[in-house]
């Protein structure tokens, strides 16, 4: 992607990396310095990930637990501030460890500056997470 890239069509092509289990390819669409937040995150489940390398660390094992198969709905909100937007979506697959299905809903607010993502909260649903095998983290 480059600086130009717009917000939506940056995150638009993240989200088919995920599917793709690319994600190298998604940790690349982080600034070196990128804030990742969950603020429902469960006790035990990282709060803030600060930097690059902390991301790559965190989406290290998703594909081995998670296997993403759609995002069935994806609503792309702009903002006043024209480098943030905000996002609803709904992802599903399976739980690979256990075969479950895997069905989440997100809102995430994410902001983009030269062509990479600088902050990304993540309001998940900490109650999907109560099966262990959709620990991805190793926190549990």
């Known amino acids: 992607m480059t600086a130009s890239t717009a917000p939506v069509d940056l995150y638009r092509h993240g989200l088919q990396l ?3 289990k690319d994600i190298p390819a998604w940790v690349d669409l982080w600034d ?3 804030i990742f937040e969950f ?3 469960p006790e035990g489940w990282p709060k ?3 930097g690059k390398a902390a991301v790559a660390e965190y989406m290290r094992g998703y594909p081995d637990r998670i296997d993403l198969h759609d995002f069935p709905y994806v609503e792309i909100h702009q903002t006043v501030a024209p480098q943030t937007i905000v996002v609803e979506m709904r992802g599903v697959g399976r739980l690979v460890d256990t075969e479950s299905p895997f069905d989440m809903s997100y809102i995430a607010v ?3 500056e030269n062509g990479l993502i600088t902050r990304y909260r993540d309001y998940w649903n ?3 997470v109560q ?3 959709a620990d991805f983290t190793g926190s549990n």
């Open 18 to 20: 995920l599917l793709d």
């Open 32 to 34: 070196e310095n990128g």
């Open 39 to 41: 603020p429902f995150a």
């Open 48 to 50: 803030r990930l600060k």
């Open 110 to 112: 994410v902001t983009v």
């Open 126 to 128: 900490p109650l999907a």
């Open 131 to 133: 099966n262990p095998a």
